[in-house]
């Protein structure tokens, strides 16, 4: 019975960690606007979603370390550790930086909102299986 309720919850977990990372990413992205040379960086959310969703694996797996010889290893990475791209800029700059603001605020403002989105459907889910439990 856990392991559908792990299953049904996953998705938003995954999802939910991998826009938390995006959004750091984009946050970096606008700090370093002014930054020569700096090359703007995003992440494909729906592939690395897809791929982490396939590989079965939690993004949020820590690396373990192990205290005795009869520890077994801990492995696998999540979609936290997905390959940044890098975003080809619309109109190129005079010092090399890619960041292009409008689209960075663009990008980090949906994504932001898809955050809240599924932060909401998520706690939708935690309260009618609350309810159904406490029936």
Do not use: C, W
């Amino acid at each position: 019975m856990i392991d559908k309720l792990d299953s049904s919850l996953r998705f938003h977990q995954e999802a939910l960690n991998l826009r938390a990372r995006r959004q750091e990413v984009l946050a970096a992205n606008i700090a370093h606007a002014d930054t020569p040379n700096f090359k703007a960086r995003d992440i494909d959310f729906s592939s690395t979603l897809t791929k982490a969703m396939e590989r079965g694996t939690r993004s949020d797996s820590l690396s373990m370390t192990g205290t005795s010889s009869g520890h077994m290893a801990a492995a696998g990475t999540g979609a936290l550790e997905a390959d940044l791209l890098y975003r080809t800029p619309v109109q190129s700059s005079a010092d090399g930086n890619t960041v292009e603001m409008d689209v960075e605020r663009v990008n980090f403002a949906d994504n932001a909102m898809r955050y809240e989105v599924n932060l909401a459907v998520l706690g939708s889910k935690i309260k009618g299986l609350l309810s159904a439990l406490q029936q």
